[in-house]
């Protein structure tokens, strides 16, 4: 089973920017969505983003965006963007993105992790619970600016 890697800003080149932005086409509406490298990496150097990755083939295959702030009384985080390319699904490589995320998360004091699947991704849905996440009871809000 290959092994997941937090991204660093030495890592980026042109081609994992080029596999990053592959993927989100995948989990994105907006499929012509481009970022560039030096993009990607000024995400990374954030003080409080992560961005978990598994490479097979010496390609970026998987995914998974880690984000967190400290409020107060707790550190409030958030996944954003997981994806797994469509050839390489089903074959465990979600599952190990986010328990390497749920163990990094409670390594560096983070109570819970929340993130959003839009309603159709009933697939998703099913995988996220049997991997112990819990529906919350709320709503989410956008205002457009």
Not at 80 to 87: L, R, S, T
Request: aromatic fraction near 8%.
């Amino acid at each position: 089973m290959p092994t997941v890697s937090i991204l660093k800003v030495g890592d980026m080149s042109s081609r994992i920017a080029d596999d990053l932005t592959r993927l989100l086409r995948q989990v994105r509406r907006d499929t012509n969505i481009l970022v560039s490298a030096a993009e990607w990496r000024r995400i990374v150097r954030q003080a409080n983003i992560r961005i978990f990755i598994i490479r097979l083939a010496g390609r970026v295959v998987a995914m998974a965006i880690l984000r967190w702030h400290q409020l107060p009384g707790r550190k409030v985080a958030f996944v954003d963007d997981v994806v797994v390319d469509a050839a390489y699904r089903r074959k465990g490589l979600g599952t190990k993105l986010l328990k390497t995320i749920k163990n990094w998360g409670g390594s560096h004091h983070l109570r819970h992790v929340d993130f959003t699947s839009g309603r159709d991704r009933k697939a998703g849905h099913a995988f996220y619970l049997a991997l112990g996440w819990r529906r919350r009871d709320t709503t989410v809000y956008r205002l457009s600016l």
